[in-house]
């Protein structure tokens, strides 16, 4: 059944090990650094429940329960449209962007569930396992977030040729399971349920069996584990003057796994190189489709401050303005071509999921991520350079220098708390430490930018280019034979 946000803060009430500025969290629903957001989650769950939101983003079966939308297996094409309809709801409730929430990571599953062929390899228990937590997952929708970045130390050696622990891996087996240790980097693990944790560096050492290639779901709060947060915006700066750091901060963490026992039914593969292969060339198969999404968002942002600036200072007649403005547009709307293609041209996945046109989705990515910074500074050029010099609202409250700013800042029937506002939430969208941190998050939270191009690259079917070319050409067949491909990794990260 679907939860509510008091349910999902009750269940992360684990006593788990949170640190935070050098200090131990007691509560992460109550610390001033994780409240904003963990509100956020807990608003999402309730949106289930409530008569104006609970048909858009939760479904019912035949029984009478309902579910999320956003964590049900994709079997059609109307399932992405009712996704992609549940997060722009849930978008628009909150007044702003987050991305790990659960929806954009329970895909990676999903990616695995496409491979139940690979495990039964080795075992098939493990795609029995695959199986069971899909469908848990749908059933539940716990908070389920993505462990893959590792320390990765130096990465011109081998792991096993430095401190074995720089990567993940397992040391020991027990009747009840693995028992694995090392590190993860994950966003929003200290206030999530679980974790789908896997390799991201296939560097096995060579050998055909390693205990680097492992994946597994993991409790958040389970024995031995232990987050180390970065610090975080929110409670640092006035609100006022930081809308967007105090509220939708989602807040990044090193996961120590310090000799954490994982039990069998939570285990997807073990030793099992060619596994642990398949999800890190498939791990973003459709959790991209979310990720994207958050980028459209983010540039409806963009071009929705840039025009308000242009129409508060009566320049939107400037023929530079327009062209600029339309560049923002053409970004935006390249986004969601891309998005509304690639679920148009969706094909059935090895396990017969409705898969989002891989080419389309892939290539939509780097397009979002790629122009993103230059967008940016489109939209920060068209705001002008007061939102870097702008004083905070302290200042247009205080009697002595409000007269001044109500004086200066007022345009016309733009009331001088208006203007106030609006460069506030420009600076903090495209300006701030947090704004600054937020783009750094955009451009490596699935995989650097380099690893799109390779997605795109594995995922784009050349067959079709190279036969129109040796025809038009009038070249023989033999003439462009490909052969056996080099093996390519994937998208490390």
């Known amino acids: ?275 642990a292969s398949f999800i890190r060339a498939t791990l973003h198969r459709y959790s991209m489709f979310a990720f994207v999404q958050r980028h459209l968002r983010y540039a409806d942002l963009l071009v929705g401050t840039a025009y308000a600036n242009a129409v508060q200072t009566g320049v939107r007649m400037h023929q530079g303005v327009r062209e600029k403005l339309a560049e923002l547009v053409c970004y935006r709307e390249g986004i969601n071509a891309h998005l509304t293609a690639a679920v148009e041209h969706a094909e059935p996945s090895p396990a017969g999921l409705a898969m989002p046109n891989q080419a389309l989705l892939y290539t939509g990515r780097v397009f979002a991520c790629s122009e993103l910074p230059a967008m940016i500074h489109v939209a920060r050029d068209l705001c002008g350079g007061q939102i870097c010099v702008t004083p905070d609202a302290a200042a247009f409250r205080n009697p002595e220098t409000a007269p001044w700013l109500e004086k200066y800042y007022r345009i016309g029937n733009v009331p001088a708390e208006d203007r106030r506002r609006l460069l506030a939430f420009a600076r903090d969208l495209m300006n701030s430490d947090y704004a600054g941190h937020r783009l750094t998050f955009q451009l490596f939270a699935q995989s650097p930018p380099f690893a799109h191009l390779l997605a795109v690259y594995n995922n784009y079917d050349f067959s079709g280019p190279l036969d129109l070319v040796r025809r038009s050409a009038g070249m023989s067949a033999d003439s462009t034979a490909e052969g056996e491909p080099a093996a390519v990794a994937g998208e490390p990260a």
């Not at 500025?21 to 289930?48: C, L, N, Q, S, W």
């Not at 937590?133 to 096993?160: C, I, W, Y």
């Not at 389970?222 to 930081?242: N, W």
């Not at 954490?260 to 997807?268: A, Q, T």
Request: glycine share 8%; hydrophobic share 35%; aromatic share 10%.
């Open 1 to 275: 059944m679907l939860r509510t946000g008091d349910e999902y803060r009750d269940s992360i009430r684990d006593g788990r090990e949170v640190w935070i500025d050098g200090e131990r969290v007691e509560d992460v629903t109550t610390h001033p650094a994780f409240k904003p957001i963990v509100d956020i989650r807990a608003r999402i769950y309730d949106m289930g429940h409530e008569e104006e939101t609970r048909d858009i983003v939760s479904f019912g079966d035949p029984a009478g329960e309902r579910f999320s939308i956003t964590s049900k297996l994709p079997i059609s094409k109307e399932d992405w449209r009712a996704k992609r309809r549940a997060v722009d709801t849930v978008l628009d409730d909150i007044g702003g962007v987050v991305t790990r929430v659960g929806d954009e990571t329970v895909g990676e599953m999903w990616s695995l569930y496409d491979g139940q062929d690979v495990l039964d390899e080795i075992d098939p228990s493990f795609s029995e396992h695959i199986r069971a937590h899909v469908q848990r997952a749908a059933a539940l929708d716990p908070f389920h977030v993505s462990g893959n970045t590792d320390p990765k130390g130096e990465r011109s050696k081998r792991p096993q040729e430095q401190d074995p622990d720089v990567l993940l891996h397992v040391v020991g087996e027990t009747d009840r399971g693995i028992v694995v240790r090392g590190a993860k980097f994950e966003t929003a693990a200290a206030y999530a349920n679980q974790a789908f944790v896997k390799p991201t560096i296939g560097d096995w050492g060579h050998e055909e069996l390693s205990d680097y290639a492992v994946g597994f779901v993991v409790e958040m709060g389970a024995p031995g584990m232990k987050h180390i947060c970065r610090s975080g915006f929110a409670g640092r700066k006035p609100v006022d003057d930081y809308p967007l750091a105090n509220r939708f901060d989602e807040v990044d963490t090193m996961i120590v796994f310090d000799d954490v026992e994982i039990p069998w039914e939570n285990v997807f593969f073990y030793r099992h190189t060619r596994a």
